[in-house]
């Protein structure tokens, strides 16, 4: 194609900007209906959630309360004490979601005070548990008309409020579906209009600009940076304060797959995955507020075939450097190491979780006889919790008083040898029963031979020796 004089091509440039102009306010037009949806209507998913988890943990508190008013114990006051922060949580933030809708404000006041009349209820109950000790007077109480009303009242509230908000998000779908039509029309009849006279002016101005800048910019920055960069195994990119790639080192083809022309006019945050751009836009901000300092990062990189790997490395803010003017990344690939880490973590999870409930009883003592760890299983034996055992008790507190003698006795031994084997005693539980159990412990030395704990195991030997007494 010929290429036009600059008259012509200024002639023809600034007729496609009154084209597009024309096309820019018919578009905004088209769409201005939909800026008078309110913004909370985009919350409605996140209210209804709110207001489902307001109805689980309602009836987790009402489940723990009377489980406790049944066993008394204080371990099911943890999660109803949990399950009323999270209520008080959600309803929270269903307040502040729509509390500026007069015809719904009514509505969630109505809900929070029929779940603070529950709440009060339910801690009525715990309370005759507690100081009355009166578990029948409590169970009254929770199976009480008023208290089943109050739930059928919040669950009616409840649904109101959900029904409320799915159609409001249904409004905004269906707005969004008209605008959306009606923007698709207009550009493909603007388009339509002006498509060869666009392409006579990228063709004749822009392109041939555009070709000129870039020429110009590739060669001043890979004068300065060619040798540095070739001989690089990391990714290196220069990037312009608007997030647009200037340069990349040709590093970038072999760990994403991008040649070096096609990274050219990316944006840096088209690079990371979307889960992480979030925290890339924060970091890339404040980077451009501190010119010279140095910022760690770590991010999920996306390949040119979309799959990703983690790549952690360093960026400078240099764009106050004459010579540079651009923000300094460089790139490492260290999906193995987090894949690695990742791979530690769970198995320390999974041995955690082995020990803690292995069919027999674990613990470590120290020097001292106190115990320093002990697993669930044991605790649920003894009927102690972990408070009340590690740092305080002994282990020849839980020993019945028979057996004692023999077990001073065995100490020498012990210390002597660092093992013992099938040593046969009763502990005693909490509640004053006892469990026939079998010991086998060793004993874990420093370097110097000093005793630092023991490894010791508790079996139950109750089908040995008859049924546990009380």
């Not at 600009?209 to 890979?222: D, G, L, P, S, Y």
């Not at 990391?234 to 590093?251: C, H, N, R, T």
């Not at 760890?373 to 408070?387: A, F």
Request: glycine share 4%.
């Amino acid at each position: 194609m010929k290429l036009l004089d600059r008259k012509q091509t200024v002639f023809i440039f600034g007729l496609a900007i009154i084209l597009i102009t024309i096309n820019f306010v018919i578009s905004i037009y088209s769409t201005i209906h939909l800026l008078s949806i309110p913004d909370y209507v985009s919350n409605s998913h996140l209210v209804i959630y709110d207001l489902e988890a307001t109805k689980s943990e309602l009836k987790e508190a009402e489940n723990t309360a009377n489980s406790y008013t049944i066993t008394g114990d204080d371990d099911y006051l943890i999660p109803y004490n949990n399950s009323i922060t999270h209520i008080n949580n959600h309803l929270s933030e269903v307040r502040k979601a729509i509390d500026d809708i007069a015809n719904v404000k009514g509505k969630i006041d109505t809900l929070s005070q029929k779940v603070a009349d529950k709440i009060k209820d339910l801690n009525n109950a715990i309370t005759i548990r507690q100081e009355d000790d009166d578990y029948v007077a409590a169970e009254e109480f929770l199976s009480s008309d008023d208290l089943k009303q109050d739930t059928e009242d919040i669950d009616a509230q409840i649904k109101y409020l959900q029904a409320y908000e799915k159609d409001l998000y249904e409004t905004l779908d269906a707005h969004v579906k008209e605008a959306k039509n009606r923007a698709i029309r207009t550009f493909i009849i603007a388009v339509s209009s002006m498509a060869v006279l666009l392409f006579i002016v990228y063709f004749q101005f822009i392109e041939r600009e555009q070709k000129i800048r870039t020429e110009k910019a590739k060669r001043e920055i890979e004068n300065r940076f060619q040798t540095i960069i070739e001989h690089s195994s990391d990714v290196i990119m220069l990037v312009e304060a608007d997030g647009k790639l200037l340069y990349v080192g040709p590093s970038i083809t072999d760990h994403l797959g991008y040649s070096v022309d096609e990274s050219y006019g990316l944006l840096v945050f088209d690079l990371i995955h979307k889960q992480e751009q979030f925290k890339a836009r924060r970091l890339f901000k404040e980077m451009l507020d501190k010119p010279g300092d140095l910022f760690p990062f770590l991010f999920r990189i996306v390949h040119k075939d979309t799959s990703w790997s983690w790549m952690e490395g360093v960026a400078v803010n240099l764009i106050n450097n004459l010579n540079l003017k651009a923000i300094v990344l460089n790139l490492r690939d260290v999906s193995e190491r987090i894949k690695y880490e990742e791979e530690l973590n769970q198995s320390k999870v999974e041995i955690e979780g082995l020990y803690n409930h292995a069919p027999c009883g674990y613990y470590s003592i120290n020097k001292d006889f106190v115990f320093v760890k002990i697993n669930d299983t044991m605790l649920s034996w003894i009927g102690h919790t972990r408070d009340e055992v590690i740092g305080k008790m002994k282990i020849t507190d839980l020993i019945h008083p028979t057996y004692l003698p023999m077990i001073f006795s065995s100490i020498d031994t012990f210390i002597k040898q660092g093992y013992i084997k099938n040593l046969k005693f009763d502990i005693v539980r909490k509640d004053g029963g006892t469990l026939p159990v079998l010991l086998n412990s060793t004993i874990i030395h420093d370097g110097n031979g000093n005793i630092v704990v023991t490894r010791s195991t508790l079996i139950d030997n109750t089908k040995y020796r008859g049924e546990t007494t009380g």
